[in-house]
Nanobody, 124 residues
Framework: VQLQASGGGLVQAGGSLRLSCAASGRTFSTYTMGWFRQAPGKEREFVAAASWSGGRTYYADSVKGRFTISRDNAKSTVYLQMNSLEPEDTAVYYC??????????????????WGQGTLVTVSS
């Protein structure tokens, strides 16, 4: 599986962005998809994840209620709708995929496939 993330950019605090992650390969619909982010000088952290059907979603406490993960298996694409953005959300955002995440959806080590990252900058 190859992943291509897009949609990052510069936005003012309180604004919105939607990230997309397009996947290649016919097995996309069987993969758990996740979004992680890494701010300068910090470790990569979990943001959100969606089960293979999209029926189960998980969020970091810091983004719960502001971010929404969704997926369109017909388009092999996962999205991250980010609303009410804060300067603390500034980071490079990565999408990730794996068929065997299980209950460890919040661990970056659970995912074997990663996109190249897209930069989100939120100005105050």
């Amino acid at each position: 599986v190859q992943l291509q993330a897009s949609g990052g950019g510069l936005v003012q605090a309180g604004g919105s962005l939607r990230l997309s992650c397009a996947a290649s390969g016919r097995t996309f619909s069987t993969y758990t998809m996740g979004w992680f982010r890494q701010a300068p000088g910090k470790e990569r952290e979990f943001v959100a994840a969606a089960s293979w059907s999209g029926g189960r979603t998980y969020y970091a406490d810091s983004v719960k209620g502001r971010f929404t993960i969704s997926r369109d298996n017909a388009k092999s694409t996962v999205y991250l709708q980010m609303n009410s953005l804060e300067p603390e959300d500034t980071a490079v955002y990565y999408c990730a995929a794996d068929p065997l995440v299980g209950s460890s959806w919040y661990l970056s080590s659970s995912y074997d496939y990663w996109g190249q990252g897209t930069l989100v900058t939120v100005s105050s």
